[in-house]
């Protein structure tokens, strides 16, 4: 919490600055943003009286040694006056910084920084890219739980041959991929790659005249700005590095008058300040000069507001004629002295009447600011009425529309009415003062019937919900809440009205005008700053640079936070060669699956697999659809815990769901196979995969065996360890090379006797395909039917539609 302010107008205050929230002692009168600024400006210091007497200090021995104060007194003298002006915020010092480039005249030097901005753009972007495509193939080597060699090796690892061909798709070298897997073996799991800086270039200054170069240039980066001629183009390049004084004007007024004397005293020590540890030129800048147009009653757009633009600088020129020192009179571009001052240093248009100040507690409140009432009170406006007019009643009593009465009358309890009356001052519309936390959740679902969905709606609006018409909720909320534009003021009289209008009302052509009527005054020509709004094209960038006869800088305002580029979904068609006209043209269908669950049939086929994974039983058991493609698995454990036991249920559950939904089965076999937990070990029963690092590793070695035809996921091994005496069952002993007959392969059960009892399944060429071993059989499995056939590179039955297998490669010609 804020404590009270000090007599010297210091006060505490807690503030959360970029890196760390912190106790600061600052000027009451500090915006929060200005704060920190002047924390930045003290190299993070939070006790910025301290930091600023120091700093005073320090100017006042220097300006002494250089013989700029004559004596202990007047060294004295000025390192009050300046400590305390710097207090105010009514002086601030910017040291000097490098000078602007000045681009060769033509387009050639335009369109290589247009290239060069475009560049600074994509290596950024590629290298966040790079960073996170290598870490991904590091992360493949450091989730894998299998052999070291395996998990390194690309034709053995399925996830880190996937993450190393997304690397390679943004543009990452073989011999980089390759690196990043050695770095993974070693431990390591980042890949450092810096990016240019992401902070905002220095702009550049051109004499080439306006072109579609220059329009590109400006409209790319933001940064150029084109100058009359190749001299404005030099001085303004020059005078951008000179250390700089900045004057905030409305701290020289002094009831209700300004202070030319107190102005001019502070000119000579705000440059004294500079010249004391400086020996080259010093710019002297003014800040404010829309609000001090505005205080002494002038319409921006006005030959009086020029004239007395053009008297104010010409009173800071004859503060500093007497001065020994190379002084510059200018206007300056810096964010960061500006927020410091509180105001502008380029004679642009003021903000508008309304600011914002915080009060002792922490709530943000509207109020006039302190040009607004000088305004006013110079053009003898009833401030009272100015203030309704542009901040509202703030009062829900006799207000047209919605008010005590009417919002009673729909339902609201005083206690509702007085709870939104206390929002009103911190609120910028009505609706804000009723939303949901405000009036009670409790009263909307009870008293006005709100629903669940509404509720939770974050566009709600509650006195739409109770039965108030848009139009009398907008005359109430003109009334309560008051118009911030110059729109509020109409009934004051035309002039009052322009007089008051924010710079959002004011035309470029008026700052130019202005900016002209001072040129000559001034050692620096005035630059002319344009934003545009982001969607300006080219075209708008074009015009905005024509015909204001002072240099100018156009740029776009940045993109808005949430700005998302709606892209729709296209399918990837596979790209094929032309065919010549002897070759067998082969059609493929793609069939894109929705998102919905695909249910099992109520009878369905699959198999059994009971093993031991060291020394643990575990029983697989596995549905299918009717075309023979997996759609849910079991996994069963004896003696084992609770808990290991269910666990083990729900994860089948969970792969099961997925496969219903559509996740391909080699997804969840890429992902689980190598993973390393107990039980562990050989494993006996399956007669293809004889050891697994994991329960899991087993079960998906086993699906992608059986299912996937994935081969090189078995691991026969020679020796049969035998860890729990399961044997192979009362089909132990049968030739492989035997035809086998169906009833082992096909259950009697699903079938229902509609298979034929004299089937025998002949020997294939080799296992995988599927769960029945098939290759190039040509009797159904399913049905019985002696109509297997090939189809692209998958067995089919043409009789029942079953899928059989897929064909090995090397046998698919």
Known sequence: MSSEPSAAGIEGRTLELRDRVAQVEAPAHFTNARTEAWIDWADGRTDLATAIQQRAYDLA???????????????????????????????????????????????????????????????????????????????????????????????????????????????????????????????????????????????????????????????????????????????????AGFPTAG???????????????????????????????????????LAGLGDWLVAQGFDYDSPQARDAARNLFLQARAATEDLALDVRLGLVSDPELALRLGARLDAAPWSGPVTFAETADGEVVRVLSEAAILGFCALDVDLDAARTALLGRRSLEDTPGVNAQSLAAHGFTALEIEAAQAELPFVSRLSQAFA??????????????????????PHLDVLVLSGFSP???????????????????????????????????????????????????????????????????????????????????????????????????VPDLPVRAPLAEAEPRIVERIIERDRTRRKLPDRRKGYIQKASVGGHKVYLHTGEYDDGELGEIFIDMHKEGAAFRSLMNNFAVSISIGLQHGVPLDEFVDAFVFTRFEPAGPVTGNDTVKSATSILDYIFRELGISYLGRDELGNADPGELNADGLGHGKADGVAAEEPQPASRYISKGFARGTAPDNLVFLPGAGRGGGPFGLREAEICAACGDTAVVRKGQAMICDTCGTRAGRIPEGQAG
Do not use: Y
């Not at 431990?187 to 306006?210: F, K, N, R, Y």
């Not at 001019?264 to 002297?284: F, M, Q, R, W, Y």
């Not at 094209?537 to 240099?551: E, L, T």
């Open 247 to 285: 004057l905030e004007l409305m701290s020289f007024w002094r009831d209700q008058a300004f202070d030319e004397v107190g102005f001019s005293a502070h000119v000579k020590l705000s440059i004294t300040a500079l010249a004391a540890e400086t020996d080259g030129p010093l710019l002297l800048a």
């Open 436 to 457: 949901p936390p405000i009036v009670g959740e409790g009263f909307l679902r009870d008293v006005m019937g709100a629903t669940p969905e509404q509720l939770v709606d």
């Open 471 to 569: 139009d009398e909720i907008l005359v109430a909320e003109a009334c309560i809440m008051g118009d911030a534009s110059h729109q509020s003021l109409a009934a004051m009289g035309g002039d009052v009205q322009r007089v008051f209008r924010p710079g959002a009302f004011i035309e470029t052509r008026a700052h130019a005008e202005l900016l002209r009527a001072i040129a000559p005054i001034l050692d620096v020509p005035p630059v002319l700053e344009v934003e545009l709004p982001w969607e300006a094209s080219v075209a708008d960038v074009n015009a905005a640079f024509a015909g204001h006869g002072v240099a100018t800088r156009v740029s776009r305002a940045p993109p808005p936070a949430s700005f998302t580029l709606d892209i729709p979904s």
């Open 61 to 239: 021995g220097k300006a002494q040694a250089k013989g700029l104060t004559r004596d202990l007194r007047a060294r004295t003298r000025f390192r009050d006056a300046l400590s305390e002006a710097m207090i105010l915020g009514a002086i601030a010092l910017a040291p000097a910084t490098p000078a602007l480039k000045v681009l060769d005249p033509g387009d050639e030097p335009l369109e290589r920084m247009e290239a060069m901005h475009r560049g600074r753009e994509a290596a950024r972007a590629s290298a966040r890219q790079m960073r996170e495509r290598l870490e991904a193939v590091m992360q493949a080597v450091l989730r894998c739980d299998g052999d070291p060699e395996a998990c390194a090796d690309i034709a053995r690892n399925t996830s880190l041959a996937r993450a190393s061909e997304a690397a390679r798709v943004i543009g990452a070298e073989d011999a980089t991929i390759l690196e990043a897997i050695a770095l993974a073996r070693t431990g390591a799991s980042d890949w450092p790659c810096a990016a240019p800086s992401a902070a905002p270039l220095a702009p550049v200054v051109t004499a080439s005249p306006v072109s579609s170069a220059l329009a590109r240039a400006a409209w790319t980066t933001g940064r150029v700005v084109a100058a009359n001629n190749a001299r404005d183009a030099a001085a303004i390049a020059e005078a």
